[in-house]
């Protein structure tokens, strides 16, 4: 299931949770690690604005090569590929409340 990135959808403040306490051994750093740790820990559910604060705490916006990237939009790009299981993730690690 792909979590949408249309301004409705994301207008609504959807709710995360991780769906297990295991760390991947091979998470992308970046962005991704960021995404990943600030859905820590587990089983705690969080807002997508949340996670937008949390994120921003730890330098997400640094990341990015556009300064107008929308971090919402990042912040659902990278949680639908957690879901995919992309990126050595075991598919269905998050999710959505």
Same mark, same amino acid.
């Given at each position: 299931?792909?979590?949408? =990135? ?5 207008? $609504?403040?959807? /709710? ?5 306490? $295991? *760390?991947?051994? &091979?998470? =992308?750093?970046? =962005? ?9 820990? *587990?089983?705690? !559910? #969080?807002?997508? !604005?949340?996670?937008? =604060?949390?994120?921003? !705490?730890?330098?997400? &916006?640094? $990341? *990015? ?7 919402? &939009?990042?912040?659902? #790009?990278?949680?639908? /590929?957690?879901? !995919?299981? $992309? ?11």
């Amino acid at each position: 299931m792909r979590i949408s =990135q249309s301004r409705s959808y994301i207008a $609504t403040n959807p /709710r995360f949770a991780l769906t297990s306490a $295991t *760390f991947p051994a &091979k998470l =992308q750093r970046g =962005q991704m690690t960021i995404v990943y740790e600030c859905l820590e820990p *587990f089983p705690r !559910e #969080y807002s997508l !604005e949340e996670l937008v =604060q949390r994120c921003i !705490e730890r330098d997400y &916006k640094s $990341t *990015f090569t556009n300064p107008n990237t929308d971090i919402r &939009k990042s912040i659902v #790009y990278h949680l639908n /590929r957690l879901l !995919e299981g $992309t990126l050595h993730v075991r598919p269905n690690s998050i999710r959505i409340v």
